[in-house]
């Protein structure tokens, strides 16, 4: 069974730019997570999505939004980057969400560079 | 939030050594994963293990979620177990729905 894929691997954008990242997950699976990991912030979670409806969502601003389509693929969008939008950006797939969870698996990230 | 804590942040280890890595955290938990990051960035699961006692090859994991702590055991280290090793949990379903809380990680490295 193929894994978590995410495109692109890599990216690198200009300040005020936007920035479109996708996410497919296992097959069978249809919770989408996001996280983004900085070496100052570590892993922090940004949004969860489950039947195209956005569950749970960390506590960053309005420039980070995303979304959930029907075959469970999802995007995450930042607009205006900032510098310190530069990071390495991981989708994680479960089964579905649920009281105790489910195992979360990780695709390989994008990395993406602001300058 | 849910506070997760890992110890120790640095390990430098000789090829064959043992290991052990601890992560407490904060509140009653619903699951909790180790994750080992390769080079490349990728997450890669190791245990998912809410409660008790796992094994997997040269690595073995213990939770007792009424302590709130796990071990993450490594033995006979080998040069490819280097890179940094998460735990993750997940907490109450109504406070924070399936996020996964992440310590800050241990940054392994084993010497030949």
């Known amino acids: 069974k193929a894994g978590v894929t995410q495109t692109p691997r890599y990216l690198i954008k200009t300040r005020g730019q936007q920035v479109t990242l996708s996410c497919s997950p296992i097959?069978?699976?249809?919770?989408v997570s996001w996280y983004q990991q900085t070496p100052g912030q570590g892993l922090q979670f940004l949004f969860e999505?489950?039947?195209?409806?956005?569950?749970n969502k960390g506590n960053f601003p309005g420039r980070f939004s995303g979304r959930q389509f029907s075959n469970s693929r999802s995007e995450m969008n930042v607009s205006t980057l900032e510098l310190g939008d530069s990071a390495l950006y991981l989708c994680?797939?479960?089964?579905?969400?649920?009281?105790?969870?489910?195992?979360?698996?990780f695709g390989p990230g994008t990395r993406l560079t602001v300058t | 939030g849910i506070q997760v804590e890992q110890s120790p942040p640095d390990l430098i280890l000789q090829e064959g050594a043992n290991s052990t890595l601890r992560c407490n955290f904060s509140?009653?938990?619903?699951?909790l994963q180790w994750f080992h990051q390769n080079p490349w960035g990728q997450l890669i699961n190791l245990f998912y293990?809410?409660?008790g006692t796992k094994q997997n090859g040269r690595l073995s994991a213990t939770t007792v979620a009424t302590e709130r702590y796990s071990l993450l055991y490594i033995s006979s280290s080998q040069t490819t177990d280097s890179g940094v090793y998460f735990c993750?949990?997940?907490?109450?379903?109504?406070?924070?729905?399936?996020?996964?809380?992440f310590g800050e990680g241990t940054q392994l490295t084993v010497n030949p």
């Open positions: 994680a797939s479960s089964f579905r969400p649920g009281l105790t969870g489910y195992e979360q698996y």
């Open positions: 097959s069978g699976h249809r919770s």
């Open positions: 999505y489950f039947s195209e409806t956005q569950r």
């Open positions: 509140d009653s938990v619903n699951n």
């Open positions: 293990i809410p409660s």
């Open positions: 993750a949990v997940k907490g109450s379903w109504v406070t924070s729905g399936s996020r996964l809380t």
